[in-house]
């Protein structure tokens, strides 16, 4: 699925536009959405997925306006949505839960529901648990539910909240490779914070900052806006001026800082950027 | 068939909450009890005595769903359930009708049971239609009132604080279901407008009503309006409580 976002704006009573004019045209594939908290990435996808109309401007998504009640309609019918809190109704069983949003996504024979929630639970880790009530599962647990009931109805656009947070490391790696899979012949948005998880999965990202685009394009182009600029410093005593700081190594002669600056300290050596680095550039670009 | 999967699962939902129970079966015990000990009570063993309990059923336990359904409307949006309810194909206003539904025929089952019961007790007896009576009262007079201290919960849910909500839907309920028309301030007790059943027990079953009425008995007509002004207001509150949690949901 092809997405154009056409000047969108959200105004929300009382605050800041939380879109502002917003125009980016998203390709087949995985989509990383990035950008700091209130940047506006989950008004976005509220927006992407019909649960909210915006104030100004327009989304097509295969050309069809998704100001149409007809268009959305349709839309709904090839999406999966993950958001970023969700608790499934605690009463149910994972498998109760998944038969659940299987009506809601119009899968009229139960069988099929049944089939396709017992092949995403074990796609998930919770074959052993789909007959418990959601409430006594851990967090990770519920967390896998609310991934596995996007991905009911084979859907053709997938959104996804910080579908990571809260999981293992090999959970959130498993997860990651699904991810990518199912972006090989799907659109698959993916909003998170933990810019690992876009760089080893997306190979299109949109930065979004203040409600407005801020980068859109490949993830290796946001990657190069650091080249030239991401060093590694040899180990000091206080962090260096003018800098962006990605992170910070303790040493036993002091700390060895990566940073991106246009002036590093003396003895700083350049490195490879990464997405981290990228992104902070275009951050301190601003 | 979707609606009806719907309120399958909605059923489940329900059936498995603790509190909606322990809430229910002690008023619908502690109601059976003054249908039989009440000096208005025409005793467990004849139609009449199963309109009345249908009657005292009707105004005690809606009092728990009064304090139950507050959030109703509003706890998906706390979930995060609402946001995945809305990227449905279907209308929210479906998927809303369903859970009330699924929690109708949950709030109704304990107190249907009791009524069945006393039914095939006198059914045994030799009153051969006390069976259809008590599925009619379930029906035409416990059900309205259920449905309309649901209603009024989830609307004031929808609009104030849930434990607001509560208090406020359980003093709503009280006023609606005890206030008698004998104290000088306003009451629909007594009148066509009476949500316990008056004016369908005595129009319809020919049975005395729990409050005198104001301008002679009840008669069939006067059930029909009852009804009908019953359903308009079952159909109002949670059109409203579907409205005022939309937009809601919208501001957020």
Redesign the interface.
Known sequence: MFISIDHLTKD??GRPAALNDLTVDLPQGMIGLIGPNGAGKTTLM?IL?????PTEGKVFIDGQDLSLPANR??L??H?G?L???????D??SPL?FL???G????I?N?RVRQEQAHTLLEQVGLDDVMNQ?IGGLSGGMRRRVGIA?ALMGDPQLLVVDEPTAGLDPEERMRFRTLLAQLGQDRTVILSTHILDDVAQTCPWVCVLRFGRNQYDGPTEGLIHEAAGHTWVTPPIAAPPDNATIINAEPTPQGTRYRIVTDTPPAGSVETAPNLEDGYMALASER | MRILSLVRITLLMFYRRKALWIASIPLALFALFLAYASPMSPGFSNTDGLVFTGQVLAMFTPLAYAASFSDLMTAGRRTGMDELESTSPLPMAVIRSAHVLGAWVICISSSLLFLVLIAVHQAFKGNGKAILVALAVALVILSPSMLIAMGISALLGALLPTIVARILAVLAWAWLAFYTPLLPLPTLNGGPLAVIGDPIAQGWFHTDPIYAPANGPFTVQSGVISLLWQACIILLLFTGANIASNHIKAQV
């Not at chain 1, 997925?49 to 109309?53: A, E, R």
């Not at chain 1, 009506?103 to 119009?106: E, R, V």
């Open positions: 929300f009573r509220r997925t019909g649960i909210i109309k309609r349709n709904k019918r999406l949505y958001p970023q809190h969700i608790t499934p109704y009463n149910l109760g038969d659940y949003i009506i809601l996504k119009m009229g139960k009530p009931q």
